[in-house]
């Protein structure tokens, strides 16, 4: 059973940064794809970025709402995922959540058995 715990959310500023990590524990990390998601008040869970890791490299997956943005990286020795967000906007407030899964990256979240209690994030204009 794997268990994940966010930290690292605030306040910030339009156009301000702010990194969000996730801490992996109960599992071997590098097996895993990683996932980050976010929940905005009134709306669905969504996707945000993704990334798998390999001997041959890491695979990274990002909604076009973020691409350019964010920043997922993961740092295996720690069993720790980061988001690195950048240019941030208010619509960019949301609870986020970190997910994981065996096997490769996915986009549903239906496919990450394993969640975070998520990280507040807002963004003021």
């Known amino acids: 059973q794997v268990q994940l715990v966010e930290s690292g959310g605030g306040l910030v500023q339009a156009g301000g940064s702010l990194s969000v990590s996730c801490a992996a524990s109960g599992g071997t990390f590098s097996n895993y794809a990683m996932g980050w998601f976010r929940q905005a008040p009134g709306k669905e869970r969504e996707f945000v970025a993704a990334?798998?890791?390999?001997?041959?490299?890491?695979?990274?997956y990002y909604a076009d709402s973020v691409k350019g943005r964010f920043t997922i990286s993961r740092d295996n020795a720690k069993n720790t995922v980061y988001l690195r967000m950048n240019s941030l906007k208010p619509e960019d407030t949301a609870v986020y959540y970190c997910?994981?899964?065996?096997?490769?990256?996915?986009?549903?979240?239906?496919?990450?058995?394993?969640w975070g209690q998520g990280t507040q994030v807002t963004v003021s204009s």
């Open positions: 990334n798998t890791w390999r001997w041959s490299g890491v695979s990274t």
């Open positions: 997910a994981a899964r065996q096997g490769d990256a996915a986009w549903g979240l239906d496919r990450y058995p394993y």
